[in-house]
Protein backbone atom coordinates (compact mmCIF):
# COMPACT_ATOMS: atom_id res chain seq x y z
CA UNK A 1 0.00 0.00 0.00
CA UNK A 2 1.62 3.47 -0.76
CA UNK A 3 2.29 5.66 2.30
CA UNK A 4 2.33 9.30 2.86
CA UNK A 5 3.39 10.64 5.68
CA UNK A 6 2.70 15.02 6.32
CA UNK A 7 3.87 17.25 9.35
CA UNK A 8 2.59 20.72 9.29
CA UNK A 9 2.22 23.34 12.00
CA UNK A 10 0.01 26.12 12.68
CA UNK A 11 -0.40 28.93 14.93
CA UNK A 12 -3.92 29.68 16.50
CA UNK A 13 -4.43 32.99 17.93
CA UNK A 14 -5.98 31.61 20.85
CA UNK A 15 -4.45 29.99 24.52
CA UNK A 16 -3.46 26.38 24.66
CA UNK A 17 -6.71 25.56 27.09
CA UNK A 18 -8.75 27.35 24.51
CA UNK A 19 -7.37 25.50 21.21
CA UNK A 20 -7.37 21.96 23.32
CA UNK A 21 -12.09 23.16 23.51
CA UNK A 22 -11.80 23.89 19.78
CA UNK A 23 -10.36 20.68 18.66
CA UNK A 24 -13.05 18.82 20.38
CA UNK A 25 -16.14 21.07 18.93
CA UNK A 26 -17.65 19.47 16.34
CA UNK A 27 -19.22 22.49 14.72
CA UNK A 28 -16.24 24.70 14.49
CA UNK A 29 -14.61 21.60 13.09
CA UNK A 30 -17.30 21.35 10.46
CA UNK A 31 -17.64 25.13 9.83
CA UNK A 32 -13.91 24.46 8.39
CA UNK A 33 -14.78 21.65 6.26
CA UNK A 34 -15.10 22.63 1.94
CA UNK A 35 -18.22 22.68 0.40
CA UNK A 36 -19.78 19.32 0.75
CA UNK A 37 -18.26 17.59 3.48
CA UNK A 38 -19.26 16.81 6.87
CA UNK A 39 -18.78 15.46 10.51
CA UNK A 40 -21.04 13.50 13.10
CA UNK A 41 -20.89 12.17 16.03
CA UNK A 42 -20.68 8.07 15.72
CA UNK A 43 -22.22 5.26 17.20
CA UNK A 44 -20.07 5.06 20.04
CA UNK A 45 -18.41 7.73 22.14
CA UNK A 46 -15.14 9.28 20.38
CA UNK A 47 -15.62 8.38 16.87
CA UNK A 48 -17.13 10.15 14.29
CA UNK A 49 -18.37 9.60 10.32
CA UNK A 50 -16.40 12.06 8.11
CA UNK A 51 -17.52 12.76 4.83
CA UNK A 52 -15.14 14.50 2.37
CA UNK A 53 -14.89 15.11 -1.28
CA UNK A 54 -12.84 12.02 -2.77
CA UNK A 55 -13.64 10.11 0.64
CA UNK A 56 -16.20 8.51 3.08
CA UNK A 57 -15.07 7.12 6.25
CA UNK A 58 -14.59 6.97 10.21
CA UNK A 59 -12.62 9.16 12.47
CA UNK A 60 -11.67 7.02 16.20
CA UNK A 61 -9.94 9.10 18.70
CA UNK A 62 -7.36 6.67 20.38
CA UNK A 63 -5.82 8.41 23.40
CA UNK A 64 -5.89 12.08 24.99
CA UNK A 65 -3.05 13.25 26.94
CA UNK A 66 -5.29 16.72 28.02
CA UNK A 67 -4.43 19.53 27.07
CA UNK A 68 -1.40 18.85 24.67
CA UNK A 69 -2.08 15.80 22.69
CA UNK A 70 -4.37 14.08 20.91
CA UNK A 71 -4.43 10.62 18.30
CA UNK A 72 -6.57 9.70 16.30
CA UNK A 73 -7.22 6.76 13.88
CA UNK A 74 -9.12 6.85 10.72
CA UNK A 75 -10.54 4.46 8.18
CA UNK A 76 -12.69 4.71 4.70
CA UNK A 77 -12.72 4.86 1.32
CA UNK A 78 -12.56 6.87 -1.76
CA UNK A 79 -13.29 6.26 -5.87
CA UNK A 80 -9.63 6.96 -6.73
CA UNK A 81 -7.89 5.75 -3.82
CA UNK A 82 -9.69 2.62 -2.68
CA UNK A 83 -9.68 1.82 1.21
CA UNK A 84 -7.79 4.37 3.05
CA UNK A 85 -6.07 3.98 6.41
CA UNK A 86 -4.12 6.59 9.07
CA UNK A 87 -3.75 7.60 12.08
CA UNK A 88 -3.10 11.83 12.88
CA UNK A 89 -1.91 12.91 15.73
CA UNK A 90 -2.52 16.54 16.66
CA UNK A 91 -0.03 18.38 19.39
CA UNK A 92 -0.45 21.39 21.18
CA UNK A 93 2.28 23.99 22.83
CA UNK A 94 1.87 27.06 24.72
CA UNK A 95 3.53 30.31 22.33
CA UNK A 96 2.53 32.53 24.99
CA UNK A 97 -0.47 33.70 27.04
CA UNK A 98 -2.72 33.82 23.89
CA UNK A 99 -1.17 32.16 21.43
CA UNK A 100 -0.56 28.32 20.85
CA UNK A 101 1.32 26.00 18.19
CA UNK A 102 -0.78 23.06 16.95
CA UNK A 103 1.34 20.41 14.94
CA UNK A 104 -0.47 17.84 12.92
CA UNK A 105 0.90 14.08 11.95
CA UNK A 106 -0.50 12.66 9.76
CA UNK A 107 0.47 9.17 8.08
CA UNK A 108 -2.23 8.26 5.03
CA UNK A 109 -2.33 4.16 3.33
CA UNK A 110 -4.17 3.90 0.67
CA UNK A 111 -4.86 0.98 -1.46
CA UNK A 112 -5.21 2.47 -4.83
CA UNK A 113 -3.76 6.13 -5.29
CA UNK A 114 -2.12 8.46 -2.96
CA UNK A 115 -1.81 12.09 -3.56
CA UNK A 116 1.69 13.63 -4.43
CA UNK A 117 3.33 14.99 -1.06
CA UNK A 118 3.01 18.37 -2.48
CA UNK A 119 -0.49 17.95 -3.33
CA UNK A 120 -1.03 16.43 0.02
CA UNK A 121 0.40 19.30 1.81
CA UNK A 122 -0.97 21.90 -0.03
CA UNK A 123 -4.67 19.99 0.63
CA UNK A 124 -3.32 20.10 3.90
CA UNK A 125 -2.95 23.80 4.24
CA UNK A 126 -6.03 24.52 2.95
CA UNK A 127 -7.43 22.60 5.54
CA UNK A 128 -5.37 24.07 8.14
CA UNK A 129 -6.12 27.79 7.35
CA UNK A 130 -9.50 27.33 7.11
CA UNK A 131 -9.29 25.71 10.83
CA UNK A 132 -7.36 28.89 11.79
CA UNK A 133 -10.11 31.32 9.65
CA UNK A 134 -12.80 29.40 11.65
CA UNK A 135 -11.23 29.70 14.98
CA UNK A 136 -10.61 33.61 14.68
CA UNK A 137 -14.64 33.86 13.64
CA UNK A 138 -15.51 32.32 16.96
CA UNK A 139 -13.40 33.51 19.00
CA UNK A 140 -11.42 37.03 18.12
CA UNK A 141 -8.02 38.28 19.20
CA UNK A 142 -7.63 41.36 20.04
CA UNK A 143 -3.46 40.83 19.60
CA UNK A 144 -2.33 42.09 16.22
CA UNK A 145 -0.98 39.00 13.43
CA UNK A 146 2.44 38.52 13.50
CA UNK A 147 3.67 40.18 10.19
CA UNK A 148 5.89 38.36 7.79
CA UNK A 149 9.14 40.08 6.60
CA UNK A 150 8.91 40.60 2.58
CA UNK A 151 11.28 38.67 0.76
CA UNK A 152 14.88 40.10 -0.14
CA UNK A 153 16.21 41.44 -3.16
CA UNK A 154 18.06 38.86 -4.75
CA UNK A 155 21.13 41.29 -4.96
CA UNK A 156 20.99 42.00 -0.98
CA UNK A 157 20.51 37.90 -0.78
CA UNK A 158 24.26 37.32 -2.55
CA UNK A 159 25.42 40.02 -0.50
CA UNK A 160 24.36 38.60 2.72
CA UNK A 161 25.70 35.04 1.30
CA UNK A 162 28.87 36.52 0.13
CA UNK A 163 29.75 37.99 3.67
CA UNK A 164 28.63 34.71 5.70
CA UNK A 165 31.32 32.68 3.06
CA UNK A 166 33.98 35.02 3.93
CA UNK A 167 33.59 35.23 7.41
CA UNK A 168 33.32 31.17 7.61
CA UNK A 169 36.87 31.63 5.82
CA UNK A 170 38.14 33.37 9.09
CA UNK A 171 36.43 31.78 12.26
CA UNK A 172 37.04 28.40 11.04
CA UNK A 173 34.29 27.10 9.94
CA UNK A 174 34.65 27.17 6.23
CA UNK A 175 38.40 24.99 6.34
CA UNK A 176 38.67 24.04 9.82
CA UNK A 177 42.10 24.11 11.56
CA UNK A 178 44.12 21.04 11.41
CA UNK A 179 43.16 19.10 14.34
CA UNK A 180 46.82 19.52 16.82
CA UNK A 181 49.07 15.68 16.83
CA UNK A 182 49.19 14.48 20.28
CA UNK A 183 52.98 13.75 22.09
CA UNK A 184 54.44 11.10 21.29
CA UNK A 185 56.30 9.37 23.94
CA UNK A 186 60.18 9.29 24.43
CA UNK A 187 60.37 5.24 23.27
CA UNK A 188 58.30 6.17 20.15
CA UNK A 189 60.29 9.12 18.64
Known amino acids: MPTLALNDDLVLPVPQALAWKTLHDLT???DSLPAGASLRAGDVPGAFALVLPGFEGRVLRLDLDAPSRMRLSFEGRGPRTGVVTGQAQLRLALLGDDRALLHVALVIQAEGETPSKVAGLQARQARLAAFAEAVGRRHPSDSP???IAPPKH???RL???YLGWFASIFNGTLYPLPKPRGEKPPSER
Open 145 to 147: RPV
Open 154 to 156: WFQ
Open 159 to 161: VDW
Open 28 to 30: LIA
